[in-house]
Nanobody
């Protein structure tokens, strides 16, 4: 099964930063035309959309991360990123990368982000 590969998670103190990566090199598809999204699932909560970037570079952010997180993509490297700054304990979650177009979706296995003193 073809999957995206997330990396960059870990343990960080409040106020710290992390950069997540989403590597699509293991999938045979035209990365450039897919919308890339980052989701997260906090303990006891449903998975929620955090940020998205379309093929044309249009950006969308959840209100809770606006101004702190930045999504980007490097089509030449078939990789997307989520730069997370000023992290808060409530950002603790498993973060998932998603690539989708129409009804086609690819997911990664997730990477754990823990924000704790």
């Amino acid at each position: 099964q073809e999957q995206l590969v997330e990396s960059g998670g870990g343990l960080v103190q409040p106020g710290g930063s992390l950069r997540l990566s989403c590597d699509a090199s293991g999938i045979s598809f035209n990365f450039n035309i897919y919308t890339i999204q980052w989701y997260r699932q906090r303990p006891g909560k449903q998975r929620e959309l955090v940020a998205a970037i379309t093929r044309t570079g249009q950006l969308t952010y959840a209100d809770s991360v606006q101004g702190r997180f930045t999504i980007s993509r490097d089509n030449a490297k078939v990789t997307a990123y989520l730069q997370m700054n000023n992290l808060k304990p409530e950002d603790t979650a498993v973060y998932y990368c998603n690539a989708h177009i129409s009804s086609i979706n690819y997911w990664g296995q997730g990477t754990q982000v823990t924000v704790s003193p």
